[in-house]
C-alpha cells in the first residue's frame, strides 16, 4: 500500500463538513479488521484508509494545519500502513476499572512479545512491537501496542493463495488464540498482501 502524502488528506474544513459520514465509513471498515483476543484483548489491522482516519482525527484535535506539522504527523502514522509483504495491528489492552486496568498491565509484562500470527501449518511469525512507539516498561506494559507481522516469501505465496490464518498469544498469563481468522477478517488480510500493482 502506498504512504499517504498531504494530497491524500482533507483540510480541517472540508473534514468538519465530511467528518460524520467519513467516521461512519471507518467504522464499518474497521469490524471487518477487528479481531477479539479473549475477553480483554483485541487487535485492529491498521491499513491506509484507518490509518488516514487516525491522522485525520489527529489534526482535527490538535487544529494542526502547519504543512510542516502535518508531515510530521504523516511520519509517525505511514509506518503503520502494510507494505504488502507485512501486516500492522494495534493491539489494545481493554479492562473496565483503573484498579483491574492498572493491576493487568503489571502483570501483563511483556505480553506484547508473544503475540504471533500463523499462515497455514508454517511455523508462526512473532510480532515485533514498534520500537519508535515503545511506551512499555520493566514495571508494566502499555495498554496499546503496535505491532509488525513479517512475512516470509513462502508465507506470503500462501496466505496470498488463501491458506488460512491463525493468530494467537503464546503466554500462561493469557493463553489465546483464534483459528482459523474469520472469513471476512482474512480477506482483509489477503488484501493487505497483494502484489502492488496487481
Do not use: C
Not at 504523516?74 to 489494545?92: R, V
Not at 512499555?136 to 493463495?161: C, G
Not at 500462561?172 to 471476512?184: K, Q, T
Amino acid at each position: 500500500m502506498k504512504s499517504l502524502t498531504p494530497d491524500d488528506l482533507y483540510s480541517l474544513e472540508h473534514y468538519a463538513r465530511i467528518r460524520p459520514d467519513f467516521r461512519r465509513q471507518v467504522m464499518a471498515h474497521k469490524q471487518g479488521r477487528r479481531l477479539a483476543l479473549g475477553p480483554h484483548m483485541t487487535m485492529v489491522f491498521e491499513d491506509r484508509l484507518t490509518v488516514q482516519y487516525q491522522v485525520q482525527e489527529m489534526l482535527r484535535v490538535e487544529r494542526i494545519f502547519e504543512p510542516e506539522a502535518i508531515a510530521d504527523e504523516l511520519a509517525a502514522y505511514n509506518p503503520l500502513i502494510p507494505d504488502g509483504s507485512n501486516l500492522k495491528a494495534t493491539l489494545f489492552l481493554e479492562y473496565e476499572s483503573i484498579e483491574e486496568r492498572t493491576q493487568e498491565l503489571r502483570r501483563l509484562v511483556g505480553i506484547e512479545h508473544q503475540v504471533w500470527l500463523r499462515v497455514g501449518t508454517r511455523a508462526p511469525l512473532w510480532g515485533v512491537a514498534d520500537p519508535d512507539l515503545e511506551r512499555s516498561t520493566a514495571e508494566k506494559t502499555s495498554a496499546v501496542h503496535f505491532l509488525r507481522f513479517d512475512l516470509p516469501a513462502i508465507d506470503l505465496e500462501a496466505a496470498r493463495a488463501g491458506a488460512p490464518l491463525a493468530v494467537g498469544i503464546e503466554d500462561p498469563r493469557y493463553p489465546e488464540r483464534v483459528d482459523p481468522l474469520p472469513a471476512r477478517l482474512a480477506q482483509a488480510l489477503r488484501s493487505d498482501l497483494e502484489v502492488p500493482g496487481s
